[in-house]
């Protein structure tokens, strides 16, 4: 435990001067730490406001900051510019998403970096980051609730439900109902789930597995556009 | 029928799921994992600044004086006991003229002394031989006559020793004198040699100047032979005094000679002399600075025509050979530094190459870094100084700040 405490003391002898190596770490402890914050937002947000950007922006942001730190260092000059730049451009632009406050900060901080002669930082921060972004973007970091659309049922009022869950436990890998309503004055029901299918592209089957069902009088799907936000 | 075989997935579903999954927990357990490796690297290396070590030395004057020479500027390589600078030298000069006309003046007062002495030494005979006469008896003696004979005899050779050892005071002034000549005529063959070199004067200059120095070489040598032959001459008249003494007649033996009031002052101010002498002798070797090893002149402090107290720097010259090194330990880091601890060290400017060294001396107390080192301008640092030895094949520059660490 010791040992864990002295490993996060400040390297003694470390240099002003961020190096390849200093600014790989930071990257990469910004990235860590901030994929397990943003997991935890994820997991306890509540509410209909969650937004998946948001949360990769969580993630970003904590980068760039990291990135920001290293580039201005000490030096009260460059921490006043990078102030200065950040107030002209957000009175210009009403960014609206956080994503692209991120981006906007990005880039400023790689000017920065270069203008300060930080080539090494500018390097590093630009390469790390974008390999950040790629790789949210490629495992779809902060998407939550997967389920690929919602399947509308008009059934009979009070018929069996055996044999549409065995069609849907066949097409689906998980299903919820999440409304039900009588239509058809009380004499059919409409309910509607959210499923997620086994395999996407047999969707069709689906339907028309549901449709052979006598209690089924109609059944309608609607795939969920992977580019919503919801 | 409702068939209940589940529908297979897809592959590519399987992969759908598995980025937005493991694929997640693995990338961030690579980063996670990568950043704790590298920040035990960090840690693990113990690394400590140091600033390479090497011997300097102030080049400074032991009296006051005018700096009529100086012959380096910034950078020149010097060799050990190289003339660096030299004070003028008129006041010393004027010096040893003063001595020898007071060796002169002394030598004077001896004489008149010893004219004194043998008048009344013949008065004394002449005396003794009329009373023989009158009395017709060798055997008589006057009591008062012996003593005062005695006496007379004892300043004689009193005068005699003196005048030898001012004989010899007069030569060694003559050889201080020669020797400050001697450095003149040294500087002005080595500033013809450079002129000759560069084609700006003849030859037969260098050889005129050489052959004026080689002139007093040759008499200071001569004077250092006659001054080893007046030491003999010396010692030989405090013997004949000694034996004197030792032969002084039965009659007085038990009677004091005392020592004669008169000739007192003389002798003391020739002791005087004797040390004024020594005198000259350190302040003619103070006019000359020197380096006291060969190395490089890092800095020129004075010019030429400045006047100097003693004491005042002239040059700071350093040697260009550097194998140690001054690091500074944090607190937190000192307990593992000891004596004969091993460190490597590498230049700030290549820290792929190592070498060796050994922990030789460690700092009485922690104190503050020098500002160079500190990782943040604003911000001091402290740390106790760990002096390292031994460093060979880096080529180190002194002054050159370094990175040592701890071998494991």
Same mark, same amino acid.
Not at chain 1, 143 to 165: C, M, P, T
Not at chain 2, 47 to 60: K, N, P
């Given at each position: 435990? &010791?040992?864990?405490?002295?490993?996060?003391?400040?390297?003694?002898?470390?240099?002003?001067?961020?190096?390849?190596?200093?600014?790989?770490?930071?990257?990469?402890?910004?990235?860590?730490?901030?994929?397990?914050?943003?997991?935890?937002?994820?997991?306890?947000h509540?509410?209909?406001?969650y937004?998946?950007?948001?949360?990769?922006?969580?993630?970003?942001?904590?980068?760039?900051?990291?990135?920001?730190?290293?580039?201005?260092?000490n030096?009260?000059?460059?921490?006043?510019? @990078?102030?200065?730049?950040l107030?002209?451009?957000?009175?210009?632009n009403?960014?609206?998403?956080?994503?692209?406050?991120?981006?906007?900060?990005?880039?400023?901080?790689?000017?920065?970096?270069?203008?300060?002669?930080?080539?090494?930082?500018? @390097?590093?921060?630009t390469?790390?980051?974008?390999?950040a972004?790629?790789?949210?973007?490629?495992?779809?970091?902060?998407?939550?609730?997967?389920?690929?659309?919602?399947?509308?049922?008009?059934?009979?009022?009070?018929?069996?439900?055996?044999?549409?869950?065995?069609?849907?436990?066949?097409?689906?890998?998980k299903?919820?109902?999440?409304?039900?309503r009588m239509?058809?004055?009380? $004499? &059919?029901? &409409?309910?509607?789930?959210?499923?997620? @299918?086994? $395999?996407?592209?047999?969707?069709?089957?689906?339907?028309?597995?549901?449709?052979? @069902?006598?209690?089924?009088?109609?059944?309608?799907?609607?795939?969920? $556009?992977?580019?919503?936000?919801? | 029928?409702?068939?209940?075989?589940?529908?297979?997935?897809?592959?590519?579903?399987?992969?759908?799921?598995?980025?937005?999954?493991?694929?997640?927990?693995?990338?961030? %357990?690579?980063?996670?994992?990568?950043?704790f490796?590298?920040?035990?690297?960090?840690?693990?290396?113990?690394?400590?600044?140091?600033?390479?070590?090497?011997?300097?030395?102030?080049?400074?004057?032991?009296?006051?004086?005018?700096?009529?020479?100086?012959?380096?500027?910034?950078?020149? #390589?010097?060799?050990?006991?190289?003339?660096?600078?030299r004070?003028?030298?008129?006041?010393?000069?004027?010096?040893?003229?003063?001595?020898?006309?007071?060796?002169?003046?002394?030598?004077?007062?001896?004489?008149?002394?010893?004219?004194?002495?043998?008048?009344?030494?013949?008065?004394?005979?002449?005396?003794?031989?009329?009373?023989?006469?009158?009395?017709?008896n060798?055997?008589?003696? #006057?009591?008062?006559?012996?003593?005062?004979?005695?006496h007379?005899?004892?300043?004689?050779?009193?005068?005699?020793?003196?005048?030898?050892?001012?004989?010899?005071?007069?030569?060694?002034?003559?050889i201080?004198?020669?020797?400050?000549?001697?450095?003149?005529?040294?500087?002005?063959?080595?500033?013809?040699?450079e002129?000759?070199?560069?084609?700006?004067?003849?030859?037969?200059?260098?050889?005129?100047?050489?052959?004026?120095?080689?002139?007093?070489?040759?008499?200071?040598?001569?004077?250092?032979?006659?001054?080893?032959?007046l030491?003999?001459?010396?010692?030989?008249a405090?013997?004949?005094?000694?034996?004197?003494?030792?032969?002084?007649?039965?009659?007085?033996?038990? *009677?004091?000679?005392?020592?004669a009031?008169?000739?007192?002052?003389?002798?003391?101010? +020739?002791?005087?002399?004797?040390?004024?002498?020594?005198?000259?002798?350190?302040?003619?070797?103070?006019?000359t600075?020197?380096?006291?090893?060969?190395?490089?002149?890092?800095?020129?402090?004075?010019?030429?025509?400045?006047?100097?107290?003693?004491?005042?720097?002239?040059a700071?010259?350093t040697?260009?050979?550097? #194998?140690?090194?001054?690091?500074?330990?944090?607190?937190?880091?000192?307990?593992?530094?000891?004596?004969?601890?091993? +460190?490597?060290?590498?230049?700030?400017?290549? *820290?792929?190459?190592?070498?060796? %060294?050994?922990?030789?001396?460690?700092?009485?107390?922690v104190?503050?870094?020098?500002?160079?080192?500190?990782?943040?301008?604003?911000?001091?640092?402290?740390?106790?100084?760990?002096?390292?030895?031994?460093?060979?094949?880096?080529?180190? *520059?002194?002054?050159?700040?370094t990175?040592?660490?701890?071998?494991?």
């Amino acid at each position: 435990m &010791e040992r864990f405490f002295q490993m996060l003391q400040p390297s003694p002898g470390a240099q002003g001067e961020p190096t390849l190596e200093s600014t790989g770490l930071a990257l990469l402890l910004a990235f860590s730490l901030g994929q397990l914050f943003a997991w935890f937002y994820s997991r306890t947000h509540a509410g209909i406001s969650y937004s998946r950007t948001f949360t990769q922006s969580l993630v970003l942001i904590m980068m760039v900051v990291a990135l920001a730190l290293h580039v201005i260092g000490n030096n009260i000059v460059t921490a006043f510019g @990078l102030i200065g730049a950040l107030a002209i451009i957000r009175f210009r632009n009403v960014l609206k998403d956080t994503r692209d406050t991120a981006f906007v900060f990005f880039s400023l901080i790689i000017g920065m970096a270069i203008g300060v002669g930080r080539y090494n930082a500018a @390097l590093v921060g630009t390469a790390g980051l974008l390999l950040a972004v790629l790789v949210m973007e490629a495992t779809r970091f902060g998407s939550r609730g997967h389920f690929d659309g919602h399947l509308s049922l008009q059934v009979v009022a009070n018929s069996d439900e055996k044999s549409r869950r065995r069609v849907l436990d066949r097409f689906c890998r998980k299903f919820r109902e999440v409304s039900v309503r009588m239509a058809g004055g009380g $004499d &059919e029901s &409409e309910v509607i789930l959210r499923v997620r @299918l086994r $395999d996407r592209r047999r969707g069709p089957e689906l339907l028309e597995a549901l449709n052979e @069902l006598a209690a089924v009088r109609r059944a309608d799907l609607i795939l969920r $556009d992977e580019l919503a936000e919801i | 029928m409702v068939r209940s075989q589940k529908i297979r997935i897809p592959l590519s579903e399987r992969l759908h799921d598995f980025r937005r999954g493991p694929l997640q927990v693995l990338i961030w %357990a690579g980063a996670a994992v990568t950043a704790f490796v590298l920040i035990e690297r960090k840690q693990a290396r113990f690394e400590f600044q140091g600033v390479v070590r090497a011997l300097q030395a102030e080049i400074s004057a032991d009296v006051d004086g005018r700096i009529a020479e100086l012959l380096v500027v910034p950078f020149d #390589d010097v060799a050990a006991g190289e003339t660096i600078a030299r004070l003028d030298d008129a006041l010393l000069l004027a010096e040893i003229e003063t001595s020898l006309a007071s060796i002169e003046e002394l030598r004077q007062q001896i004489e008149i002394e010893r004219m004194r002495v043998q008048a009344d030494l013949d008065a004394q005979n002449e005396r003794r031989l009329d009373r023989l006469r009158r009395e017709r008896n060798e055997e008589a003696r #006057d009591y008062d006559t012996e003593l005062r004979r005695y006496h007379s005899e004892l300043r004689r050779y009193r005068i005699d020793e003196e005048e030898q050892r001012l004989a010899r005071l007069a030569v060694e002034v003559q050889i201080e004198a020669d020797l400050v000549e001697r450095e003149r005529r040294d500087l002005k063959v080595q500033r013809t040699r450079e002129l000759v070199a560069a084609g700006d004067t003849a030859i037969e200059k260098l050889d005129d100047a050489e052959l004026k120095r080689d002139q007093v070489d040759a008499t200071i040598k001569e004077n250092r032979k006659l001054v080893e032959a007046l030491v003999e001459v010396y010692h030989a008249a405090v013997a004949r005094r000694r034996d004197f003494e030792a032969r002084k007649p039965l009659s007085i033996r038990e *009677t004091p000679i005392p020592a004669a009031p008169d000739m007192l002052p003389v002798f003391a101010s +020739v002791r005087a002399e004797t040390l004024r002498v020594e005198e000259i002798r350190v302040r003619r070797r103070a006019l000359t600075l020197t380096a006291p090893f060969a190395g490089r002149v890092s800095s020129v402090l004075a010019a030429r025509g400045q006047a100097l107290l003693a004491g005042e720097p002239v040059a700071m010259l350093t040697s260009p050979y550097a #194998d140690e090194i001054l690091a500074y330990v944090p607190e937190e880091a000192i307990e593992a530094f000891r004596l004969g601890t091993r +460190v490597l060290v590498s230049r700030r400017a290549d *820290t792929k190459l190592t070498a060796e %060294a050994t922990v030789t001396r460690l700092g009485p107390a922690v104190e503050e870094l020098p500002a160079r080192l500190w990782r943040s301008a604003a911000q001091p640092e402290y740390g106790r100084a760990v002096l390292c030895a031994g460093v060979s094949g880096l080529d180190l *520059t002194p002054g050159e700040s370094t990175v040592v660490r701890l071998v494991n």
